[in-house]
């Protein structure tokens, strides 16, 4: 789970899944912007990669779109649960590499 990098308190799985949906990461404690740091972010677009593995396996079977629909939603709510634990939080925003 995520610690906030300001006041040092970790995040709670449902905290970290609302923050998703907000522009602004801000510690549901202190009230600080935080930013997704660096090293988290390269985890996070690998993560996000993952569903594409689905798509050669999808010419290989011939799916139909919806289908792979039906394959692509639950493994990104998948990887929505999974993020609040590769998450790693920094004060500043820092640069991709
Ligand atoms: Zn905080």
Avoid at 51 to 73: D, K, Q, R, T, Y
Wanted: charged content about 20%; hydrophobic content about 45%; glycine content about 4%.
């Amino acid at each position: 789970m995520p610690t906030c990098q300001n006041c040092g308190k970790k995040w709670t799985w449902k905290q970290t899944v609302k923050t998703l949906f907000r522009l602004k990461k801000c510690c549901p404690y202190c009230g600080k912007k935080q930013y997704e740091s660096a090293s988290s972010r390269r985890r996070t677009s690998a993560f996000l990669l993952i569903p594409l593995v689905l798509l050669p396996i999808n010419a290989w079977f011939e799916f139909s779109v919806g289908m792979v629909l039906l394959l692509a939603i639950p493994l990104y709510i998948i990887l929505l649960g999974l993020y609040p634990f590769i998450l790693k939080l920094s004060n500043e925003m820092e640069p991709y590499w």
